[in-house]
């Protein structure tokens, strides 16, 4: 019940173009949803989250669609650059005194130029 | 911009020896997470604090890790014996509530 489950493991895309990521979970008592960047030999970057109070939330090139219903949540990334190119996480958590982050497998993005 | 701070970046060791990895989190913030990211995947909860104390370590293999954070600030995370399969990047990250914020990491090679 701890699982996040993400997909697609890769995705190729041109400049200009919107890639999608998706992450499916099964816990019901999960109450944040944080995407993560990482770029080869660094630590992960907190990218944007949403609360299940929200069905959408856009910073920026970067927007999460969010289905409580179906326990399904996207990035979706507008007007994608090379420099997106990157892998990328989504997570989730619960509350409590021992806030965890589960992570999903990650998705390997390549924007073409 | 605060960051978490981590050394060192990289660590090439044999196995059988003793490692120690340093992590210094933002300031002001309480919680203190060690995560194991193998090559290809998702971090992996190691250990994670409150202030001084462990509030979890279950995933923590204890035969040979230890984690400490003796003054509720900096921690250490050792490895004795290494073993080969203890490559990966180690991540530290804290928080303050709900979001956590990484380090750079440290890369461990067992050879």
């Known amino acids: 019940q701890q699982q996040v489950k993400q997909s697609p493991q890769s995705l190729i895309v041109q400049k200009g173009g919107i890639p999608i990521i998706n992450c499916a979970y099964e816990?019901?008592?999960?109450?944040?949803f944080p995407w993560y960047q990482q770029f080869p030999g660094k630590g992960p970057a907190l990218l944007i989250a949403?609360?299940?109070?929200?069905s959408e939330k856009k910073e920026g090139r970067f927007t999460i669609s969010f289905n409580k219903s179906a326990k399904q949540f996207s990035l979706h990334i507008m007007d994608s650059q090379p420099g997106d190119s990157a892998t990328y996480f989504c997570a989730a958590s619960k509350g409590g005194s021992a806030r965890q982050l589960t992570f999903g497998s990650g998705t390997q993005l390549t924007v073409l130029p | 911009e605060a960051e978490v701070a981590q050394s060192p970046r990289y660590k090439i060791t044999e196995k059988s020896q003793a490692v120690a990895f340093w992590c210094d989190p933002i300031s002001g913030h309480a919680t203190l997470y060690w995560y194991r990211q193998i090559l290809g995947q998702g971090p992996e909860l190691l250990v994670q604090f409150q202030d001084e104390s462990v509030v979890d370590d279950s995933q923590l293999p204890k035969d040979r890790f230890s984690a400490e954070r003796l003054k509720g600030v900096d921690s250490t995370l050792k490895i004795q014996p290494a073993e080969l399969g203890d490559s990966a990047m180690y991540l530290c990250?804290?928080?303050?509530?709900?979001?956590?914020?990484f380090g750079p990491g440290t890369r461990l090679t067992v050879l």
């Open positions: 816990n019901t008592a999960f109450d944040y």
């Open positions: 949403i609360r299940p109070d929200v």
């Open positions: 990250a804290s928080s303050l509530s709900f979001e956590q914020f």
